[in-house]
């Protein structure tokens, strides 16, 4: 039978440490912050502390623990590694070390990463609203971990790290596969203009309005577009009362959807079958394909290329955000290109088994990316595991 671990607060191996450096002694820092979930350090970049209202900087010395104050308890907590040497933090980030014959600081990275441990850490967090629930030095150092040896601490390191390696290599080849496939579909799109003639969206897309007339004891359901071709959303359903005076207008399967406050940063979209009986609200334009004419797919893929949205700019004038608006008269007088109905059908039909494979690969990349947080689990629950219950990992 497994031996528990023991169970240490974190302050009999951890020390808090001053590397304060006094602002009126530095004029240029590499600033860093830590982000949350235990996703680590991120550079934030130079800053010139002239000026600003801190009266010290915390300098980073590799192997160094830090924590967010204000946002440890959502595990804004992170190992200082090489990269961080000398760049600094604002004094609401405190600096720890470790005692290292006893705790090993990746241990204790990859232990923090858990989720009941940011719970643990919020239930010693103090004040009320997530701004104000700021985690002390002492209470963070009140911690309690299992600690085993610094051996078995190591080798826990050295299975999760190969593991963590395995899925960044996996990732790194999911990345150049989905810019292949980008790279095949752009050519094979530029290969279905040659057969295309060149008509404004007028006569191949027009607009259509479906006006709803409100009720308002019914409840309606919203659509939404996201920006940069990621498709639709569902938003909240709303009754008549909340929509009030708002205009709305029914959307259908195969619509062609821009948004036309944003639809110069991507946002367009095709309407799915599960978007059936939704509705938009004016400021979303309904172009229906002429069918046996052009595709919704085909139409949107081409508005999303860098040819695409350069007209869709264009047709936008104004500032940015909500002063860019597509305009209607504009849009219409687009042109697009329309290849026989044949081929735009071969390229969409290539882009939609693409686009399922490419689904597949983040679906299972999502399952393989939970071994971490499962290994970390069970190999952290308190306990050595015996050689026929360690995980193991393939070479």
């Given at each position: 039978m497994s031996k528990p671990w023991p169970r240490v607060q974190l302050g009999e191996v951890l020390l808090s440490v001053d590397r304060a450096v006094p602002t009126n002694q530095l004029t240029e820092i590499d600033l860093a912050g830590v982000y949350s979930f235990g996703n680590g350090l991120f550079k934030r970049g130079k800053l010139a502390v002239a000026g600003t209202s801190y009266k010290k900087y915390n300098q980073l010395v590799t192997g160094d623990f830090v924590i967010s104050q204000p946002k440890a308890w959502e595990g804004a907590v992170a190992l200082v590694t090489p990269e961080f040497e000398g760049w600094f933090l604002s004094p609401v980030f405190p600096v720890f070390s470790a005692n290292t014959e006893n705790l090993s600081p990746h241990y204790l990275s990859w232990y923090c990463r858990q989720p009941k441990v940011w719970d643990q850490i919020q239930a010693k967090s103090k004040g009320m609203g997530a701004r104000r629930e700021t985690v002390s030095v002492d209470q963070f150092l009140s911690l309690e971990i299992p600690l085993p040896s610094i051996d078995q601490q190591r080798r826990i390191v050295a299975r999760?790290?190969?593991?963590?390696?395995?899925?960044?290599?996996?990732?790194?080849?999911?990345?150049?596969?989905?810019?292949?496939?980008?790279?095949?579909?752009a050519?094979?799109?530029?290969?279905?203009?040659?057969?295309?003639?060149?008509?404004?969206?007028?006569?191949?897309?027009?607009?259509?309005?479906?006006?709803?007339?409100?009720?308002?004891?019914s409840n309606y359901a919203e659509l939404g577009i996201r920006s940069f071709g990621k498709g639709t959303f569902h938003k909240p359903t709303l009754s008549g009362i909340e929509l009030g005076s708002k205009r709305v207008y029914r959307?259908?399967?195969?619509?062609?959807?821009?948004?036309?406050?944003?639809?110069?940063?991507?946002?367009?979209?095709?309407?799915?079958?599960?978007?059936?009986?939704?509705?938009?609200?004016?400021?979303?334009?309904?172009?229906?394909?002429?069918?046996?004419?052009?595709?919704?797919?085909?139409?949107?893929?081409?508005?999303?290329?860098?040819?695409?949205?350069?007209?869709?700019?264009?047709?936008?004038?104004?500032?940015?955000?909500?002063?860019?608006t597509l305009g209607l008269a504009k849009l219409l007088a687009?042109?697009?290109?329309?290849?026989?109905?044949?081929?735009?059908?071969?390229?969409?039909?290539?882009?939609?088994?693409?686009?399922?494979?490419?689904?597949?690969?983040?679906?299972?990349?999502?399952?393989?990316?939970?071994?971490?947080?499962?290994?970390?689990?069970?190999?952290?629950?308190?306990?050595?595991?015996?050689?026929a219950t360690q995980p193991r990992i393939e070479e």
């Amino acid at each position: 039978m497994s031996k528990p671990w023991p169970r240490v607060q974190l302050g009999e191996v951890l020390l808090s440490v001053d590397r304060a450096v006094p602002t009126n002694q530095l004029t240029e820092i590499d600033l860093a912050g830590v982000y949350s979930f235990g996703n680590g350090l991120f550079k934030r970049g130079k800053l010139a502390v002239a000026g600003t209202s801190y009266k010290k900087y915390n300098q980073l010395v590799t192997g160094d623990f830090v924590i967010s104050q204000p946002k440890a308890w959502e595990g804004a907590v992170a190992l200082v590694t090489p990269e961080f040497e000398g760049w600094f933090l604002s004094p609401v980030f405190p600096v720890f070390s470790a005692n290292t014959e006893n705790l090993s600081p990746h241990y204790l990275s990859w232990y923090c990463r858990q989720p009941k441990v940011w719970d643990q850490i919020q239930a010693k967090s103090k004040g009320m609203g997530a701004r104000r629930e700021t985690v002390s030095v002492d209470q963070f150092l009140s911690l309690e971990i299992p600690l085993p040896s610094i051996d078995q601490q190591r080798r826990i390191v050295a299975r999760i790290d190969a593991i963590q390696q395995h899925l960044q290599q996996a990732d790194t080849l999911r990345s150049s596969i989905d810019y292949d496939i980008a790279s095949l579909l752009a050519v094979r799109f530029q290969e279905t203009q040659q057969h295309a003639e060149w008509l404004p969206m007028q006569d191949v897309a027009p607009i259509v309005r479906r006006d709803v007339t409100l009720d308002p004891q019914s409840n309606y359901a919203e659509l939404g577009i996201r920006s940069f071709g990621k498709g639709t959303f569902h938003k909240p359903t709303l009754s008549g009362i909340e929509l009030g005076s708002k205009r709305v207008y029914r959307i259908e399967p195969g619509d062609l959807l821009f948004s036309n406050v944003f639809a110069w940063e991507g946002a367009i979209a095709v309407a799915k079958p599960d978007d059936t009986g939704r509705v938009g609200s004016h400021r979303f334009i309904s172009c229906v394909p002429h069918s046996g004419l052009v595709t919704a797919e085909y139409l949107r893929y081409y508005f999303l290329t860098d040819e695409g949205m350069s007209k869709i700019r264009d047709a936008s004038p104004g500032g940015a955000g909500r002063n860019r608006t597509l305009g209607l008269a504009k849009l219409l007088a687009l042109t697009v290109p329309i290849p026989p109905i044949q081929i735009q059908q071969q390229f969409v039909a290539l882009q939609a088994e693409l686009s399922r494979l490419a689904q597949v690969r983040t679906d299972e990349a999502a399952q393989v990316a939970a071994v971490v947080p499962a290994l970390i689990a069970r190999t952290m629950q308190g306990n050595a595991p015996s050689p026929a219950t360690q995980p193991r990992i393939e070479e």
